[in-house]
């Protein structure tokens, strides 16, 4: 399944999920569900669009990989909780304007406020649905820090027994220069050159792992 590499990445940083249970919120079309699953994790894709979860199945069935589907709203959508949890967030897009040169025309202001208050309801429901000792990776396509680090820093004050895992370049390809000064991924589009400009750049993707202690 095609995705950009940036967007591979947020699901390495739960390592060997062979065996463990896993959510992916917002998961549709499937992406990272495919990666999980490929990886052995039992995982539950939870999407509010029904016809998004449709070509997430679509994706299951074609790449022969099996995952529990449930089509609900992650902010009222109640679980036992899960050894690990995957936000991919909604957000702003910013990051993929190499590829949709139309964003800064799309998108506004106000849309910002909206999508960081959504996303801070959405990380509290995903810390809920993260079991003792289990850790919650959060994710967006965004190169705004209200929808990246400021969200991931005022998570942490608020939530006690919450604590960030650093990244390490060995991780995500010996990439170092992906890795931020706390430890969290950072992906910009001008990173991945190559002589080939068809080759080159990355969509600006941010994601932070984080234990709950």
């Known amino acids: 399944m095609v995705q950009d590499a940036a967007a591979a ?17 917002c998961a549709a079309p499937g992406g990272k569900t495919a990666q ?3 990886g052995g994790a039992h995982v539950t894709a939870v999407d509010r669009s029904s016809a998004r979860l449709a070509r997430l199945h ?3 069935s074609r790449l022969a ?7 609900a709203d ?27 040169p139309d964003i800064p025309w799309l998108k506004r202001e106000a849309d910002l406020a909206a999508m960081t208050s959504l996303q801070a309801r959405l990380l509290d ?15 967006t396509c965004s190169l705004e820090p209200e929808e990246c680090e400021a969200q991931i820093f005022a998570l942490i004050a608020r939530t006690p027994g919450l604590v960030r895992r650093p ?39 941010y994601a932070a792992r984080l234990e709950r202690t």
């Not at 947020?10 to 919120?25: E, K, Q």
């Not at 429901?125 to 994710?139: D, Q, S, W």
């Open 9 to 25: 990445l947020p699901a390495r940083l739960l390592g060997d999920v062979a065996g463990r249970r896993v959510a992916d919120l």
């Open 36 to 38: 999980l699953a490929a």
């Open 58 to 60: 679509e994706n299951l």
């Open 65 to 71: 990989l099996a995952a529990e589907t449930v089509a």
């Open 74 to 100: 992650a902010l009222e959508w109640q679980a036992e909780p899960f050894d690990a949890v995957l936000l991919d967030a909604p957000c702003s897009s910013s990051g993929t304007i190499r590829r949709h």
């Open 125 to 139: 429901r995903a810390v809920a649905l993260t079991r003792p000792g289990g850790t919650l990776v959060y994710c």
């Open 167 to 205: 990244v390490a370049a060995d991780e995500i390809g010996s990439q170092a220069a992906f890795v931020t000064a706390a430890g969290d991924l950072r992906t910009l589009p001008c990173h991945w050159p190559d002589p080939d400009a068809r080759m080159a750049g990355l969509d600006g993707f």
